[in-house]
């Protein structure tokens, strides 16, 4: 069986630049982003039994998904400007809907709080860097490339 590879710029990244109420209209890709890592941290409960003469047993009892990106500050474009303008911001101001299409035509999206890691620096020969976080609020809408929505 062959597979089929793609690069990592196929995914497609959306972000609300009118926080929690942004229409679709108000969704952008912010620009000149460079790299993007999803982080799944699963919580798994262990016990060991005394049916299980010893071995553990587990129960995976939650779940959080974030996502670091890291690019350059773009001033001047809506998404990255937004972004970016987080840096000083507290509680509902940081979050934002969010959006991602992944390789395969999968859509998540839930709301996230953004966390802005760096809003700026690097070597004096550097252009302008912006690097952060976007963390899932809750529970995230998954709809499989076929277009039904799947229950996480």
Request: aromatic fraction near 12%; charge should be negative; include cysteine.
């Amino acid at each position: 069986m062959n597979g089929t590879v793609f690069p990592v710029h196929y995914n497609r990244f959306k972000f609300g630049i009118m926080g929690m109420e942004s229409t679709d209209a108000e969704m952008v890709v912010p620009k000149d982003l460079e790299n993007f890592a999803p982080s799944i941290d699963g919580t798994v409960e262990e016990w060991y039994a005394m049916d299980a003469e010893g071995w553990a047993k587990a129960s995976m009892t939650g779940k959080k998904l974030g996502f670091s990106f890291k690019g350059k500050r773009s001033v001047g474009d809506p998404g990255n400007d937004y972004i970016a303008g987080l840096a000083w911001k507290f509680g509902n101001d940081v979050m934002t809907k969010f959006e991602w299409e992944m390789i395969s035509g999968t859509k998540l999206s839930c709301v996230v709080v953004i966390n802005v890691t760096a809003p700026g620096g690097g070597d004096s020969t550097n252009i302008d860097s912006l690097e952060f976080e976007a963390i899932c609020y809750g529970k995230p809408e998954i709809i499989p490339a076929s277009g039904q929505t799947e229950t996480v």
